[in-house]
Every structure is written in structure tokens, then in C-alpha cells.
């Protein structure tokens, strides 16, 4: 079974220039995430999608941050234009989803990782 | 808000020694998760607890949910240099599922 696919896996930017992430999920999987991570922390949630649906972007700094997951299944995340605390490791992740009480488990993918200069 | 803790942050070990993380929410949990991720890598799904007072084993690895769903602890016994690299618990709460992630324990293994 493929994983959650990421690109790109490195990306190098000045600030104020923008950037684009994309993920790909496990087939089939309607929850996918975005999370960012910084050097030495835990994940903070960006944006929840259930399908092509927001759950939850209460975490997202809208004034710069994008995402979108047309036909509900792959998604980008864009940032424009960056600031140098933009420098972290951005994770996608997905879920089966679905009607359950619980989450159920979040495969990652490999990230992006951001360095903005 | 709603806040998970983890502690300790840090955790140096002789191997073959064990080691305890802790994780207690501010409010009621309906599940909690556990992952790992190594040194450069991504987080990994370990397990999931949803009842209360559950323990499960994977292994030398031992998780618990306490009674009142607010805390849970990941025991591992013997360590080995394999253990090594941050774990985290993530507690499920509200009615979107939403996962709140604890900061993390980095766990070091001495040879």
C-alpha cells in the first residue's frame, strides 16, 4: 500500500517569497491534515479536511497560509509570502475518517522541509 | 484551551535500563494516541487507547489510560538503542475528533 505523499521534500526561500507544498493521501482516506513542525517541538495543527471539507483552521494564519483539497483528495499548502519563523518541517497526514467516535490512526508523510532565509 | 503535558522532555537511559513517559490532559480525553518519530523522520503511529483504565503491550512497550481518561503513560522496559527518538501522545477530545499533541519526550540510549 503507498504511503502519504509529499513535495517537495526540501525548499529553500528568501522571506516575503511565497511557497507551495502538496500531499498526497492513502487512498481512500477522507481526514487529511496539515501540521507544522518546528525544530524541537511537537506537530501544531494547521488545517483538518473531512473530504474537501474544513473541519478545523483555527491554527492557521490566514493573513498568509492557504489550503485547498479539491475533489477531496490531494491538497496544497501555500504560504505567501513567508517569514523566517515560516522555517519548519510541514507534515501531511490522513485518516480513514469516517463516522467514528474516534480519530483512528494519522499516517504521515515524510514532510517538507521549509528554510526560509 | 484544552492542553495536553508530557513530561519529562528529555530522558537519558542506560541501555537495558527502563523509562516512563507521562502524559495528563486538562480536560477529559475520548481516546489517546501514542507515536514515535526518530531522529529526522516522521511521527509513527505506536497505539490507541479509548476505555477507561486500559492497558495494552506491544511487546516491551506498555501503554496505559487512566480511569478518568486525562492521563496516560507509555512504559518501555529494557530499553534498547532502537527505542530511540521522540514520543509523543495526541488526545482525541471535541466533537470534530480533534487531536491535541503533547510536546513530546526525547528519549537518548547510552550503549
Given at each position: 500500500e503507498a504511503g502519504v505523499a509529499q513535495s517537495p521534500r526540501y525548499k529553500i526561500i528568501e522571506k516575503r517569497q511565497s511557497v507551495a507544498f502538496w500531499c498526497n493521501p492513502i487512498s481512500g482516506h477522507a481526514t487529511l491534515y496539515w501540521y507544522q513542525q518546528i525544530l524541537g517541538q511537537g506537530p501544531?495543527?494547521?488545517?483538518?479536511?473531512?473530504?474537501?471539507?474544513?473541519?478545523?483552521?483555527?491554527?492557521?494564519?490566514?493573513?498568509?497560509?492557504?489550503?485547498?483539497?479539491?475533489?477531496?483528495?490531494?491538497?496544497?499548502?501555500k504560504i505567501q509570502p513567508a517569514k523566517l519563523e515560516d522555517s519548519a518541517v510541514y507534515l501531511c497526514a490522513s485518516s480513514l475518517g469516517g463516522g467514528g467516535a474516534h480519530t483512528g490512526e494519522l499516517f504521515f508523510g515524510e514532510g517538507s522541509r521549509l528554510t526560509v532565509l | 484551551g484544552q492542553q495536553v503535558m508530557q513530561i519529562p522532555q528529555y530522558q537519558h537511559v542506560q541501555e537495558g535500563e527502563d523509562f516512563t513517559t507521562y502524559c495528563n490532559s486538562s480536560t477529559t480525553l475520548s481516546n489517546i494516541q501514542w507515536y514515535k518519530q526518530r531522529p529526522g523522520g516522521h511521527p509513527v503511529f505506536l497505539i490507541q487507547l479509548v476505555k477507561s483504565g486500559e492497558v495494552k503491550k506491544q511487546k516491551r512497550l506498555t501503554f496505559q489510560f487512566g480511569e478518568a481518561k486525562k492521563n496516560s503513560s507509555l512504559h518501555i522496559t529494557a530499553t534498547q538503542t532502537t527505542d530511540v527518538g521522540t514520543y509523543f501522545c495526541a488526545g482525541g477530545a471535541g466533537n470534530n475528533r480533534k487531536l491535541i499533541w503533547g510536546l513530546g519526550t526525547s528519549l537518548a540510549v547510552n550503549p
Open positions: 501544531k495543527l494547521l488545517i483538518q479536511f473531512q473530504n474537501n471539507g474544513v473541519v478545523d483552521d483555527s491554527q492557521l494564519p490566514k493573513d498568509r497560509f492557504s489550503a485547498e483539497r479539491l475533489k477531496g483528495v490531494d491538497s496544497t499548502l | -
